[in-house]
């Protein structure tokens, strides 16, 4: 079929991009008809789309149709979390809105909480005019943790930034190490690329405690424990070191702290590895063969692995790898976790944090909501928490230790508004409910945090029923509020503009929907790491400062295997690959292909408890309990289970999801969740 791509003609289909919190931020061509968004497809013109989407986005049309999205403001009639609401009209919901906050607001403002992630990644309708709404009434900061920023810092303090290798060059590699991640799950576009290396002659290896679709695929996947790919990385650069498979120019120059870590690596002789992570030592020995000889290499590291105890210290470990070999030197060489350090943003052009004036409000960790909404006011946490404003994000499913978290949305004291397009798990606890634009029905502008265009998106269709896009609810409860700087007043298009100024050609964006970044085609292959020294930094004084380990090392879990006889298993819950997140969960058609929630369980801690395939089990452990299938199946590995996210309770069997089970402690940087850090017993129900 003929797309004509590069026009603005009507009839043509509408250049956007997807809004969803992915790697691969695919450009989509929305076909209108009589105002209706008939077909979503992958734009064939951009590069890293190239005309295909995922499964789930290709049924953008179900969802933004779906009978279910909420069309007006909607006012709850029933108890919190009953579900129970009447629509009223948005002079009515705004002026409560703004009546409640403000009240507060005089109090004491830091009373105020907005808690947002990336249901859109969009830089306007995620922080463009809420950031300066929060800012100028002085609300609480939220820590936006709930995802990367263990990775984020560790790359932050090895590499410079989240930066790394062009992923279109991973084509060209010889060896591809796929760590932590379920690519053709989660980062399918990432996947095209590894196959296409794989067809040149390339070998793949997965690592990753579950045996996923991806590893399915690969040459060899290593079933490693889950939280010890510290351990697993240091045993590599033991063997590195005592074959001699070390650039010693490239480290002699660019890098800070060898010796150093070279002393802590000779601790690791893989043995020692194989022991910590249940992996075979051939595999190991094999590895470090590979990664020392072979030329281009690569590593194609995901967010699976720092979602533990240790998770920024190995991200750190990994992140060191590609500078011991010199695999920098070449463009398909080197390492990539996240791109988005790469986009030159102008967050405080978007986000107005000097509309704070001289404030300096406390900061709340997302992944504690569930302990901090039931704190009282100290002096330690300051006020208690009296208002949510909630968008972009569902934390009564998605948030770790749900019984908290869903006995903290129901405090009868608490006013909670929370915008959306459907009613979640979390919408069901709030007192307002606002009807948000979906992408098809908003302007917006993306960065990527697996590769390095920036897209824009047009709406393709008027917003359905009365929602309104995020900046522009905000934009009105600024005006509601009296906020009279202009700023209040910039429309969704003059936030796009906003956001990269004049880094980015908006003429071209207007024209053909994405721009391409202008970045060296190496970025290290000479050094010039963006760290205070310059270097690569094994060593790292930041972190030493702040009385941390300056180098990389293996952290044990918070709760590791064989620690607590009650709680014999550990349970990771990633992603399911029909969802997103706990988007998508609604959507029939693709809920019909996942089926319902599952554990999967290795037949060897199947048998001794008595559980068949196709049972229903109890999974638990002292933080609560979750009902669901076990599925008797060899994508688990013995001691480890797999119970994929992230269902809406609702929609689950009793009403609960994974995250009964997950805790609220933090990862070793960056305060980051450990949802893959959990013990667990699973027994059959009677
Ligand atoms: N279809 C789909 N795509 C998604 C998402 C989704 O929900 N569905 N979520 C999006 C989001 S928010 C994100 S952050 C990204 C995440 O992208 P990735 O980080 O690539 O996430 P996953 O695909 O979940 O891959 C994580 C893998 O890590 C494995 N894992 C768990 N614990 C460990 C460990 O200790 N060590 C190692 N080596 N592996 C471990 C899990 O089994 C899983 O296969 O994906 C995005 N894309
Ligand atoms: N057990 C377990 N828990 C996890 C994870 C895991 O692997 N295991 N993964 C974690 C990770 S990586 C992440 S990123 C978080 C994600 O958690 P969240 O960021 O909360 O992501 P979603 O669950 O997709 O919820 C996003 C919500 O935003 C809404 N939304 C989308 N676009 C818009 C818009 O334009 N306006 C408004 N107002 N709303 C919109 C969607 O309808 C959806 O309900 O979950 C975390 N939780
Ligand atoms: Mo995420």
Request: net charge neutral; charged share 25%; aromatic share 6%.
């Amino acid at each position: 079929m003929h797309l004509p791509i590069n026009t603005n003609e009507p009839h043509s289909p509408v250049r956007g991009a997807c809004p969803h919190d992915c790697p691969d931020t695919c450009a989509l061509l929305t076909t209108v008809d009589n105002g209706r968004a008939i077909r979503v497809q992958g734009n064939p013109g951009h590069r890293h789309t190239d005309g295909a989407l995922c499964t789930k986005v290709s049924r953008y049309p179900e969802r933004t149709y779906h009978p279910e999205r909420i069309l007006t403001p909607l006012r709850r009639t029933g108890p919190k979390g009953s579900g129970r609401f009447e629509p009223v009209d948005w002079e009515t919901a705004l002026d409560e809105i703004a009546a409640r906050l403000g009240a507060i607001a005089a109090r004491d403002p830091e009373a105020i909480l907005p808690y947002s992630y990336a249901g859109t990644m969009g830089l306007v309708q995620s922080e463009g005019m809420a950031a300066r709404f929060f800012h100028r009434l002085g609300a609480s900061l939220l820590d936006r943790t709930i995802c990367a920023t263990a990775g984020g810092e560790a790359m932050t303090h090895t590499l410079g930034g989240k930066i790394g290798m062009k992923v279109e060059h991973f084509a060209e590699s010889r060896l591809i190490l796929i760590w932590g991640s379920n690519s053709i799950a989660s980062n399918l576009h990432f996947w095209r690329l590894a196959q296409q290396a794989k067809r040149n002659g390339a070998r793949l290896v997965c690592i990753d405690p579950r045996r996923t679709e991806t590893a399915d695929k690969c040459h060899e996947h290593i079933a490693l424990r889950p939280g010890t790919d510290a351990a697993l990385a240091l045993a590599l650069m033991h063997e590195l070191i005592v074959h001699d498979w070390l650039d010693h120019d490239y480290i002699a120059r660019h890098t800070l702290g060898w010796p150093a870590l070279r002393e802590r690596a000779l601790q690791w002789p893989p043995a020692r590895a194989a022991g910590v992570c249940g992996v075979p030592v051939e595999q190991i020995e094999r590895l470090a063969r590979d990664w020392g000889t072979t030329a281009p290499a690569a590593i194609r590291v995901n967010y699976g692995v720092q979602r533990v105890r240790g998770g920024g210290n190995a991200v750190r470990a990994i992140a060191c790898l590609p500078a011991l070999t010199g695999a920098w030197r070449h463009r398909a060489g080197g390492v990539l976790l996240s791109s988005s350090g790469h986009f030159p943003v102008r967050r405080a052009a978007l986000h107005r944090p000097d509309l704070l004036a001289d404030r300096t409000p406390r900061t709340i960790n997302m992944v504690t909501i569930g302990d901090d909404l039931l704190r009282e006011t100290s002096p330690g946490f300051g006020p208690r928490i009296e208002a949510l404003v909630v968008y972009n994000s569902n934390p009564v499913a998605v948030a770790p230790e749900s019984a908290k978290v869903v006995r903290g949305f129901a405090r009868e004291d608490l006013f909670t508004v929370v915008l959306e397009h459907f009613q979640t798990d979390t919408a069901d606890y709030a007192d307002l409910i606002l009807p948000a634009t979906t992408q098809l029905e908003h302007w917006d502008i993306h960065a990527s945090y697996g590769h390095t265009d920036v897209l824009l998106n047009r709406p393709a269709i008027e917003p359905r029923g009365q929602a309104r896009s995020n900046a522009a609810i905000f934009r009105a409860l600024a005006a509601r509020m009296g906020f009279d700087e202009p700023c209040f007043r910039d429309d969704d298009l003059t936030l796009c503009r906003t956001a990269f100024g004049d880094e980015v050609d908006f003429d071209l964006l207007l024209a053909q929907g994405f721009a391409t970044l202008d970045l060296p085609e190496a970025p290290f292959a000479e050094g010039g790491f963006p760290t205070p020294s310059g270097k690569c930094e094994f060593f790292s004084e930041r972190l030493a400062r702040q009385g941390l380990d300056g180098l990389p090392d293996h952290l044990p879990n918070h709760e590791p295997a064989g620690t607590d006889p009650r709680h014999p298993l550990a349970m990771i819950s990633p992603p399911a690959r029909n969802f997103l997140n706990s988007s998508f969960v609604n959507v029939k058609s693709l809920r019909d292909i996942e089926g319902e929630p599952l554990l999967e369980i290795h037949a060897s801690d199947a048998e001794p408890r008595g559980i068949q395939d196709g049972r229903m089990v109890r999974v638990f452990n002292a933080r609560g309990e979750y009902r669901c299938k076990a599925r008797v199946s060899e994508r688990a590995r013995p001691g480890v289970v797999n119970g994929l996210g992230i269902w809406w309770r609702k929609l689950g069997p009793d009403g609960t999801n994974v995250n009964e089970l997950t805790s609220q402690r933090l990862t070793d940087l960056g305060r980051g969740p450990v949802f893959y850090d959990c013990l667990v017993e699973v027994a059959a129900c009677p």
